[in-house]
């Protein structure tokens, strides 16, 4: 395992949540952060605040990831602040229900630009320009091994997203390893109390809800285990279990 000191990261969907776990994760390491928001900016800048006070750099990068070469635009911005990313995590995602009955042609295609393109072409410049990029983490969901029949245009973007992690994790060795995190119940979508999650606590077999904690660790370990890529870890309760390889 390595240390993360002195290091920098780029985390997309950074001011909230998940994202914002996974900042604060990195920083108390000794990261250096880039906190990417695209509406959140109160909540971006005082998670600078915090970082900043905990004696790490932090900066919020504003992007709307929703067109084609936003992801581009994003790493420009990013590497205008430092030429040296070390690490890039695409975790920003649109989670909107969709159903085969109601799925319009355009839920399709602005699933698959926020949660499958922009993160690939943002990896792919991130590649090609950061000084010293070593890793990425993308950021997937338990139920790719499954049929997610309620986020239909969703699902079909994080099976997008989980093909160009392991083509990704082909092209880009030996210099940068990509790797996935497949979280389960964790938090609520936004404007759900945590009553939406207790009611599906039965859909795993360890019955139980995960936390922030146990999620960011889990990135933190893909990004300091250096023989590890290709890789998706199911931070989930076991839920990938009611899922299948067969096919994919
Ligand atoms: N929550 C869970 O339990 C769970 C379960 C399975 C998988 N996941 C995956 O884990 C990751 C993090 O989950 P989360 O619940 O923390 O995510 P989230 O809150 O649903 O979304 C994270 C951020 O994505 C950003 N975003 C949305 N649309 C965007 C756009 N057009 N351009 C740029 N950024 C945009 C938003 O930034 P602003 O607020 O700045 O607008 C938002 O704060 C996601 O990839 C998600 O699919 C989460």
């Known amino acids: 395992m390595i240390t993360i000191k002195g290091k920098t990261a780029l985390i997309t969907g950074s001011a909230k949540r998940i994202g914002r776990a996974c900042a604060l994760k990195l920083a108390r390491e000794g990261t250096d952060i880039l906190i990417h928001y695209n509406t959140s900016e109160d909540e971006a800048e005082e998670l600078a605040r915090v970082i900043r006070m905990n004696g790490q750099k932090a900066w919020a990068i504003q992007q709307d990831l929703s067109y084609p070469e936003s992801g581009e635009e994003l790493m420009s911005k990013a590497l205008s602040i430092t030429k040296n990313i070390d690490y890039l995590v695409n975790s920003a995602s649109l989670f909107p229900e969709s159903t085969y009955k109601d799925v319009k042609e355009s839920d399709f ?6 949660n499958a393109l922009s993160p690939f072409f943002l990896s792919r410049a991130f590649a ?8 990425i983490i993308n950021f997937l969901d338990t139920r790719i091994l499954d049929n997610d029949k309620q986020h239909l245009a969703y699902h079909i973007s994080k099976r997008v997203l989980f093909s160009l992690t392991r083509i990704l994790s082909e092209e880009l060795a030996p210099s940068i390893r990509v790797n996935a995190v497949a979280p389960g119940l964790v938090i609520p979508p936004p404007g759900e109390s945590y009553e939406y999650l207790k009611k599906r606590i039965h859909t795993n077999p360890l ?6 904690d146990q999620v960011s660790e889990s990135m933190l370990f893909l990004i300091k285990n250096t023989f590890i890529t290709g890789q998706v870890l199911f931070v989930d309760g076991g839920r990938h279990l009611k899922g299948s390889f067969y096919g994919l």
């Open 207 to 212: 019955n139980k809800i995960g936390t922030l």
């Open 109 to 114: 295609g602005a699933n698959i630009q926020v």
């Open 128 to 135: 090609r320009e950061s000084r010293s990029g070593e890793c």
